[in-house]
């Protein structure tokens, strides 16, 4: 049992339903709280350096994980839910670098940009893992990307895991169950064949 920001024993996922946050705050920008099995699945497939940048943390739902697992989680968000530190956008970083990874499920419609600039800003070799629904890998706007910096893995989720929306895992969302999802890896500087796998 994990334990709760009050030190109470608690599982991760009802300790992360929980907000005292607006239903109107929580809504703004996309918000979408993974459910923290995909990331317990994340820590299976793939290998991350010490330190995690979790830039669109929500509530923590992933954050929580990483942490639980031994990780030096730097959290940040542009909406401050009570979660690690607030009102930073990182599509406004410039002129930094990043020694670590980059983990996170971010905001599906500035996904293509959030990949651009985690990759300016980890060092080369260091890896960018995005939680991100199948349909991501098609599109003519994304093609460029895809062939410009391909992903080293793609691992398809085989069993529905939930993204619900404004963190509401209880309410039949139908929203998340009904979207596949895929963990997204890219290794800045990879230049070979995308690898797809499978897991769940
Ligand atoms: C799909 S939710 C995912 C939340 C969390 N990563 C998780 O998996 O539970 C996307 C998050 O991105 C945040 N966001 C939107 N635009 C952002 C930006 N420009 N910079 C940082 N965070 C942003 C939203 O506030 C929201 O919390």
Same mark, same amino acid.
């Given at each position: 049992? @994990?334990?709760?920001?009050?030190?109470?024993?608690?599982?991760?996922?009802?300790?992360?339903? @929980?907000?005292?946050?607006?239903?109107?705050?929580?809504?703004?920008?996309?918000?979408?709280?993974?459910? *923290?099995? %995909? %990331?317990?699945?994340?820590?299976?497939?793939?290998?991350?350096?010490?330190?995690?940048?979790?830039? %669109?943390? $929500?509530?923590?739902?992933?954050?929580?994980?990483?942490?639980?697992? $031994?990780?030096?989680?730097?959290?940040?968000?542009?909406?401050?839910?009570?979660?690690?530190?607030?009102?930073?956008?990182?599509?406004?970083?410039?002129?930094?670098?990043?020694? $670590?990874?980059?983990?996170?499920?971010?905001?599906?419609?500035? @996904?293509?940009?959030?990949?651009? /600039?985690?990759?300016?800003?980890? *060092?080369?070799?260091?890896?960018?893992?995005?939680?991100?629904?199948?349909?991501?890998?098609?599109?003519?706007?994304?093609?460029?990307?895809?062939?410009?910096?391909? *992903?080293?893995?793609?691992?398809?989720?085989?069993?529905?895991?939930?993204?619900?929306?404004?963190?509401?895992?209880? /309410?039949?969302?139908?929203?998340?169950? @009904?979207?596949?999802?895929?963990?997204?890896?890219?290794? /800045?500087?990879?230049? $070979?064949?995308?690898?797809? /796998?499978?897991?769940?």
């Amino acid at each position: 049992m @994990a334990k709760d920001w009050t030190g109470n024993s608690n599982s991760i996922f009802k300790t992360l339903g @929980a907000s005292n946050h607006t239903e109107k705050e929580r809504q703004n920008e996309d918000y979408y709280a993974t459910d *923290p099995k %995909a %990331a317990e699945w994340l820590l299976k497939l793939e290998k991350f350096s010490d330190n995690i940048w979790e830039c %669109a943390c $929500g509530e923590g739902h992933l954050s929580r994980v990483f942490e639980l697992n $031994g990780y030096n989680v730097k959290s940040t968000d542009l909406i401050d839910r009570g979660y690690g530190e607030g009102s930073l956008d990182f599509l406004a970083i410039d002129n930094m670098e990043w020694n $670590g990874d980059i983990i996170t499920n971010p905001p599906y419609k500035y @996904a293509k940009e959030f990949i651009e /600039k985690a990759l300016q800003i980890i *060092p080369e070799g260091n890896k960018i893992a995005m939680f991100l629904k199948i349909q991501f890998l098609e599109s003519k706007g994304r093609k460029n990307l895809f062939i410009t910096h391909p *992903p080293k893995t793609v691992y398809v989720s085989c069993s529905r895991l939930l993204c619900a929306k404004n963190a509401e895992f209880n /309410k039949n969302d139908k929203g998340g169950g @009904a979207v596949s999802y895929a963990w997204y890896i890219w290794e /800045k500087g990879f230049k $070979g064949t995308t690898e797809l /796998k499978w897991f769940n």
